[in-house]
C-alpha cells in the first residue's frame, strides 16, 4: 500500500464555482479525517468518519462544505460557491481504530481567485 | 477547550548538533496524547513520536526524543545529531484519549532549518 492519496494536488478556481476534492485512505483503516490548514497555521479539524458514517463535522464546516465516504473506502470533500476564504490546504487522513496513529495524504492545495 | 502553543516560528541548527523545539498545551483532561508531527517541503505530514500523558517516562525513538512534564503542561522535542533531512515544519499536537482519540489539536509549528 502507497499511503493516504489525494487528488487533484492543487486546485486553482475562480470565486463561485464547486470544488472536490478526493481521499484514497490506507485500505484497511476504518477511520478518515480533512483537516484544513491555511498559511502560517497548524492544521484544524474539519470532518471525520468511521467507516461510512461521518461522525463528527467542526463549526468550520459551514453550509457549503460536504463531505461523504461512500461504502466507507474513499472520501469525497467538496465546496460549494467557493470563497477567497476557503483557499487553503485540504489534508485527509487516515487510522486504524485500534492504534489510532493518523497517517497524513500530501494534501489538496485550493486557491482562489 | 484544549489549546496547543509553539511559541518558536523559526530555528536553525547545524548538521549533527542537538536542538530542542519548545510546546506547551493547555486542558483540563487527565488522560491524553501528545505527538509531534513533522511536515517536509511539499509532503506529507509524519508522526515523529507520541506520548500517553498516563506514562512518566518520555518517549524516544531513535535520535528524536521529548521531555513531558505533565504538571508545567510543556512537551519539548529533541533532535539529536540533526540531519539536513530534519529540515521540515514541525507540529505539537494533542488529542484526547479514548474514543475521542481522532481530533488532533496542532500548533502553529516550527520552521527548523538544519545547516551544513
Known amino acids: 500500500d502507497t499511503g493516504v492519496s489525494q487528488d487533484p494536488r492543487h486546485k486553482i478556481t475562480k470565486r463561485g464555482q464547486n470544488v472536490t476534492f478526493r481521499c484514497d485512505p490506507i485500505s484497511e483503516h476504518n477511520r478518515l479525517y480533512w483537516y484544513r490548514q491555511t498559511l502560517g497555521q497548524g492544521p484544524e479539524f474539519l470532518t471525520y468518519?468511521?467507516?461510512?458514517?461521518?461522525?463528527?463535522k467542526s463549526r468550520l464546516l459551514s453550509d457549503r462544505f460536504s463531505a461523504e465516504r461512500p461504502k466507507g473506502s474513499f472520501s469525497t470533500l467538496e465546496i460549494q460557491r467557493t470563497e477567497q476564504g476557503d483557499s487553503a490546504m485540504y489534508l485527509c487522513?487516515?487510522?486504524?481504530?485500534?492504534?489510532?496513529?493518523?497517517?497524513f495524504g500530501e494534501g489538496s492545495r485550493l486557491t482562489v481567485l | 477547550a484544549q489549546t496547543v502553543t509553539q511559541s518558536q516560528p523559526e530555528m536553525s541548527v547545524q548538521e549533527a548538533e542537538t536542538v530542542t523545539l519548545s510546546c506547551t498545551y493547555d486542558t483540563s483532561e487527565n488522560n491524553y496524547y501528545l505527538f509531534w508531527y513533522k511536515q517536509p517541503p511539499s509532503r506529507q505530514m509524519i508522526l515523529v513520536i507520541r506520548?500517553?500523558?498516563?506514562?512518566?517516562q518520555n518517549a524516544t525513538e531513535n535520535r528524536f526524543s521529548v521531555n513531558f512534564q505533565k504538571a508545567a503542561k510543556s512537551f519539548s522535542l529533541k533532535i539529536s545529531d540533526s540531519q539536513l533531512g530534519d529540515t521540515a515544519m514541525y507540529f505539537c499536537a494533542f488529542s484526547l484519549s479514548g474514543g475521542s482519540n481522532y481530533k488532533l489539536t496542532f500548533g502553529k509549528g516550527t520552521l527548523l532549518t538544519v545547516n551544513p
Open positions: 487522513a487516515s487510522s486504524f481504530y485500534i492504534t489510532g496513529e493518523l497517517f
Open positions: 506520548q500517553e500523558a498516563y506514562k512518566q
Open positions: 468518519f468511521q467507516n461510512e458514517a461521518q461522525l463528527e
